[in-house]
């Protein structure tokens, strides 16, 4: 089996999905379920019936592209990512794993090899929180992690609700039928741009994901009192912006006192109220995201915080409220992928790292109903979530190559 990439193709087509965009080149912004990401998600599809794949939805828009193996009825061996990207992104994050895994599937099909497993290219819905406030929604459902009730809780910023948004994208059904059967994947492996320095730094071209860290989200309350900037005086203030950036400060203490780099805190949202410069602000709100790759670890530092938040609110007589939005539990990379990646890498004599995510991703909720891992592979200084995140197109290739190989691999071959 001689196995060629078709690097100019795949590069073509990641410089065409990029034009689906809400903002002017080279950011790319592409909510899901808007206008332009369904035209996005029909280009997609388009290309996934060229290459001979048949082609289904589910009712949440999570997009299976199957090339069936000669025994249909064993588990498939699965690929993929999203094509969701938040305001002002870049080109790279998620459609390498998308789009990349497309082509491994057709140099698999040029090489002649025939695959007993089906292989599935798999396109998650709502990787990123933009619109519902939560991320992987699609692949929680599909794994059973958020149940179908409580995701038809769920709102956008307008209001509307799951149910409502994803019927006027023309997705009808039940939520509870986008959960997998069991033994649905034999295997599961992610391509993805690296989000992080470290493969350039090493100077190495492949990571192989030992381990995936996982986020607990909380949204955080703060009451305190308003009035005239000029009339109140120190003494007297109950100022809930002091208040918070006090609080965001003992956050990122908490986080770099965790004994370990894998800690990671950010508060990435901070709406203030009244917002004019001569009003003391009245209420502010917080989004607030911890990290980390040891679970007990994590929940120390959440501990931690609701200390400190305690504490503060006593002594700035203000009010602190908090709610916790999702903790979900890290995931180990399962050996058998993580073998056959290696195996992969060597056979083409790449040099490779064992790494940890510290971005999750849909595949952290895979991992729960299938042995799973990730390849990743180098961004320019680490770049993303911005418009300057870049991969190079050779390493693009490497990466699908590496993919195609041990998808192979994770196959048994009819032949």
């Not at 203030?237 to 006090?246: G, H, P, S």
Request: aromatic share 4%; charged share 25%; glycine share 8%.
């Amino acid at each position: 089996m001689k196995l060629e990439i078709d690097q100019q193709r795949l590069n073509s087509e990641i410089e065409a999905l990029a034009v689906f965009s809400d903002a002017e080149p080279p950011a790319v912004t592409r909510v899901v379920f808007t206008p332009t990401d369904l035209k996005a998600r029909a280009w997609v599809i388009s290309r996934c019936e060229e290459a001979g794949l048949t082609v289904r939805q589910d009712t949440i828009g999570n997009i299976f592209a199957r090339w069936s193996g000669a025994d249909p009825a064993a588990p498939a061996v699965g690929t993929g990512s999203h094509i969701d990207a938040i305001p002002n992104a870049g080109k790279y994050d998620g459609a390498v794993g998308v789009l990349g895994g497309l082509e491994a599937i057709r140099a698999l099909q040029r090489s002649g090899f025939r695959p007993k497993n089906s292989i599935e290219l798999l396109v998650f819905a709502t990787e990123e929180p933009t619109r519902f406030g939560i991320g992987c929604l699609g692949s929680r459902l599909l794994s059973g992690t958020l149940s179908a009730e409580a995701a038809a809780k769920l709102r956008d910023r307008d209001g509307e609700s799951v149910d409502e948004v994803r019927k006027k994208a023309a997705l009808s059904g039940n939520l509870q039928d986008v959960k997998l059967a069991g033994g649905h994947y034999k295997a599961f492996v992610e391509l993805h741009i690296e989000q992080g320095p470290l493969l350039e730094r090493a100077r190495t071209s492949l990571g192989i994901v030992k381990s995936i860290a996982a986020p607990a989200s909380l949204r955080i309350s703060i009451e305190g009192a308003g009035g005239h900037a000029g009339g109140v005086l120190m003494p007297d203030r109950k100022d809930a912006l002091c208040a918070a950036a006090e609080l965001i400060l003992a956050i990122e203490n908490a986080a770099r006192l965790s004994g370990a780099v894998d800690t990671v805190a950010t508060v990435g949202v901070c709406d203030v109220f009244p917002g004019a410069v001569n009003s003391i602000p009245s209420r502010v709100g917080l989004t607030l995201d911890i990290r980390d790759t040891d679970l007990v670890r994590r929940d120390g530092v959440m501990q931690t915080i609701e200390r400190g938040s305690q504490s503060i609110s006593s002594k700035r007589h203000v009010s602190i409220q908090s709610e916790l939005l999702n903790a979900d539990a890290p995931a180990d990379c399962a050996p058998e992928v993580r073998g056959a990646l290696a195996d992969s890498c060597r056979k083409h004599g790449f040099a490779f790292l064992e790494m940890v995510s510290r971005a999750y991703h849909d595949s952290l909720f895979v991992s729960r109903i299938a042995p799973t891992g990730m390849l990743f592979i180098p961004c320019r200084n680490g770049y993303s979530h911005r418009p300057d995140e870049y991969a190079a197109p050779e390493d693009i290739a490497r990466g699908a190559l590496v993919l195609a190989e041990s998808l192979a691999k994770l196959c048994s071959s009819s032949q």
